[in-house]
């Protein structure tokens, strides 16, 4: 069986659309989307209403997921950072794990076949 493996990558809810057409390019449709709210270096941001200070410490993301064959994964990466990259803080992360399985629950298939 071909190792596989599983891509997390949270990014700019304005970033998707860009991310999604290149993956798409690129012959990857399968993919798990969800709204996540989260922070890193950036801390959250400071924002004023009705004249009062307060922080967001909890920005709203999307955390994209995608099981890829580990020899797709290089270029899925890549595609993933250069289309939800703005060079700003904030940009998201990218998280790489190993897939022990999958299986396609309709048929049974396993593996390769299953994604």
């Known amino acids: 069986m071909k190792t596989m493996r599983k891509i997390t990558a949270i990014i700019r809810r304005e ?4 991310v999604k057409d290149a993956l798409e390019l690129m012959g990857i449709h399968g993919m798990t989307v969800s709204d996540v709210k989260g922070r890193g270096q950036q801390m959250g941001i ?3 209403y009705r004249g009062m200070d307060y922080c967001v410490d909890l920005l709203p993301k999307v955390q994209l997921e ?3 064959d580990s020899e797709d994964l290089e270029r899925t990466v890549e595609a ?6 703005t060079g700003d803080v904030g940009d998201g992360k990218i998280f790489v794990t190993d897939v022990i399985d999958v299986v396609r629950i309709r048929t049974g298939e396993h593996g390769r076949d299953a994604i």
């Open 15 to 18: 970033k998707l659309e860009d």
């Open 46 to 48: 400071r924002e004023s």
């Open 66 to 68: 995608i099981v890829v």
């Open 80 to 85: 993933i950072s250069e289309n939800a990259r």
